[in-house]
């Protein structure tokens, strides 16, 4: 007999990356509609957990107007003699697999940043509560983490009530996040691996360390250790970093022996402080991502909650799609905000010398991390919405990518076999360019060239190589 057989659907890992787009939709819990969504695990004592016990304070699925889209809140407690604190944040993040297991309910991001979608198809087979959805989580919990003894599941679409706990939700995870500040790479042996994302990003593999969280934002390296302890055959697992290839990269044998192994193949190498070369592979599940802006040779930043454009153009949606999926892209990286506020934050690039844009929000969320010199130098939507204007803030304030487009102009000859329009490019400083199958790395060059001409390698030069 089926554990899910109360179920009105099918729940099973093969609805995992299983995507619910908005003509399939009934309804829309959380989201970039809705400022206050969460999830949130607390570890309790015995004696205050009720098992089994399931609470929706709000409407209801059948009560939500078809189309909707609300506030939405998940409160978990267990309870459990070998339940430890520092198991807060394994168990939490084990909300967005279990969710995905079930049919046409779909979960995305983490934390402050969910995204759930209930599709017109399940809810009219009779998904239509969240006791179905509470009732799976808490069998899931006990079946696959069964030192969880006591747990109770609680709710949350009342508006006011979501922004309540909401607001406590940052407390807690802001002081989760500082608990792994001032620890360095360099003072341990292991790393910590997830590839809880898999399911929509199959050769992603996230590689946490002290100092480079996780790219969703919810896992620190103390989560990766307390998860691998207590399930070690879970997605979360150790990596050996074995040897030091590259301190200024972040490069270790280990860490490409063992993502080579769980991306099948897919990833080979990875530099975990840079956005180029062998840059660390997305998600989509990442808080926000760093983007290189060519025409200012510089970094803008997004993060998932930026409604507007970027001053380059583009929405979060249109940056997100180009890195995520499992892909190593140069130029675009999918961060944490935790990992904005480490030493080894994109050190290969320049770090916050590099930066040149972001939303004021997460401005004022870092700022006590970033060097003090250029905080003032570093352009919001507020200062710059677009690049022409972006270029002239960097040199009034004099921000330090200014001496960068001093670099000398040199010359470049190509052979001709195709024609590209020509296009004026300055201080591309060792930057890859990847478009049509071809990579292009300038090192330290401003080039102005009335034409390009690229020529294809032929199949059979290619397999001689």
């Given at each position: 007999?089926?554990?899910?057989?109360?179920?009105?659907?099918?729940?099973?890992?093969?609805?995992?990356?299983?995507?619910?787009?908005?003509?399939?939709?009934?309804?829309?819990?959380?989201?970039?509609?809705?400022?206050?969504?969460?999830?949130?695990?607390?570890?309790?004592?015995?004696?205050?957990?009720?098992?089994?016990?399931?609470?929706?304070?709000g409407p209801d699925l059948k009560d939500v107007q078809e189309g909707g889209n609300i506030p939405f809140g998940i409160y978990i407690e267990v309870a459990g003699k070998d339940v430890e604190e520092e198991l807060e944040g394994v168990i939490e993040r084990r909300i967005h697999e279990y969710c995905n297991f079930i049919e046409g309910f779909m979960h995305l991001n983490q934390r402050y940043d969910i995204w759930l979608r209930v599709s017109k198809k399940s809810f009219q087979k009779g998904l239509n509560s969240f006791n179905y959805i509470g009732k799976v989580l808490m069998k899931l919990y006990k079946s696959e983490l069964p030192f969880i003894e006591k747990i109770q599941v609680t709710f949350l679409t009342a508006p006011e009530k979501v922004r309540q706990i909401w607001e406590q939700a940052m407390k807690i995870y802001e002081a989760r996040d500082a608990k792994a500040r001032g620890m360095k790479d360099e003072e341990v042996d292991t790393f910590y691996g997830c590839t809880?994302?898999?399911?929509?990003?199959?050769?992603?593999?996230?590689?946490?360390?002290?100092?480079?969280?996780?790219?969703?934002?919810?896992?620190?390296?103390?989560d990766g250790r307390a998860s691998a302890r207590v399930d070690p055959k879970g997605p979360v697992f150790a990596i050996p970093k074995g040897e030091l290839i590259d301190p200024e990269k972040g490069e270790y044998a280990g860490v490409n022996e063992v993502v080579k192994k769980k991306s099948l193949g897919a990833v080979n190498r990875v530099w975990l402080y840079t956005s180029f070369g062998y840059p660390?592979?997305?998600?989509g599940c990442f808080e926000g991502v760093a983007f290189y802006i060519p025409e200012v040779d510089g970094f803008g930043i997004v993060h998932r909650g930026f409604k507007e454009v970027t001053v380059n153009g583009l929405p979060f949606s249109t940056l997100a799609d180009s890195t995520a999926g499992g892909r190593q892209v140069d130029g675009f990286h999918g961060i944490s905000i935790e990992y904005m506020r480490s030493p080894k934050f994109l050190q290969v690039d320049g770090g916050w010398n590099r930066i040149v844009w972001l939303p004021a929000s997460v401005k004022e969320r870092v700022h006590e991390f970033m060097p003090k010199e250029v905080v003032d130098k570093i352009a919001t939507e507020n200062e710059a919405k677009s690049v022409e204007e972006l270029q002239k803030f960097l040199e009034a304030r004099g921000h330090p990518i200014v001496e960068r487009w001093k670099a000398k102009p040199v010359e470049v000859v190509a052979e001709e076999k195709e024609e590209v329009p020509a296009v004026p490019v300055t201080g591309l400083a060792g930057v890859p360019i990847t478009a049509g199958g071809f990579k292009i790395i300038l090192k330290d060059a401003k080039i102005h060239a009335r034409k390009v001409i690229i020529r294809a390698i032929k199949t059979e030069e290619k397999k001689k190589r």
């Open positions: 007999m089926s554990m899910f057989e109360d179920i009105p659907v099918d729940v099973g890992v093969i609805y995992e990356g299983e995507r619910i787009r908005r003509k399939d939709m009934y309804v829309e819990l959380g989201g970039p509609k809705q400022e206050a969504k969460f999830e949130l695990v607390r570890v309790k004592g015995l004696d205050e957990v009720e098992d089994g016990k399931i609470t929706v304070v809880l994302c898999q399911s929509f990003a199959p050769s992603h593999v996230c590689v946490i360390t002290p100092q480079r969280y996780s790219n969703c934002g919810s896992i620190s390296w103390f660390h592979t997305s998600c």
